[in-house]
């Protein structure tokens, strides 16, 4: 079984930053070949894609909200994933996710069967 831990949301003014992590662990299980996709859900809203890297962090695909903003980036030697957030936004507010599979990233939730339980971004002034 494998378990998702996101960390470093908070509370942030717009055009601020924060840096999301996701440490991955799990009995047999080999982070390095698995691909990363960060999710988000805001309140009354269905959850959305944000951003996936692959296995050796050399590809990487974003949400055209995202794009240019955030960034994705992972190591392999500590297991962990993040989600560099900058320039935010009010809009930006939810629940963030990250999710892993073994084989290629895509952008479809429902692709991914491992899910951390989130951590909280709330960007207001």
């Known amino acids: 079984q494998v378990q998702l831990v996101e960390s470093g949301g908070g509370t942030v003014q717009p055009g601020g930053s924060l840096r999301l992590s996701c440490v991955v662990s799990g009995r047999g299980r080999t982070f390095s070949n698995d691909a990363v996709a960060w999710f988000r859900q805001a309140p009354g809203r269905e959850r959305e894609f944000v951003a996936a890297i692959g296995t050796i962090g050399n590809r990487a695909i974003y949400a055209d909200s995202v794009k240019g903003r955030f960034t994705i980036s992972r190591n392999n030697n500590a297991n962990t994933a993040y989600l560099q957030m900058s320039s935010l936004k009010i809009e930006d507010t939810a629940t963030y996710f990250c999710?892993?599979?073994?084989?290629?990233?895509?952008?479809?939730?429902?692709?991914?069967?491992?899910w951390g339980q989130g951590t909280q971004v709330t960007v207001s002034s």
């Open positions: 999710a892993v599979r073994d084989t290629w990233f895509t952008p479809d939730s429902n692709d991914y069967k491992d």
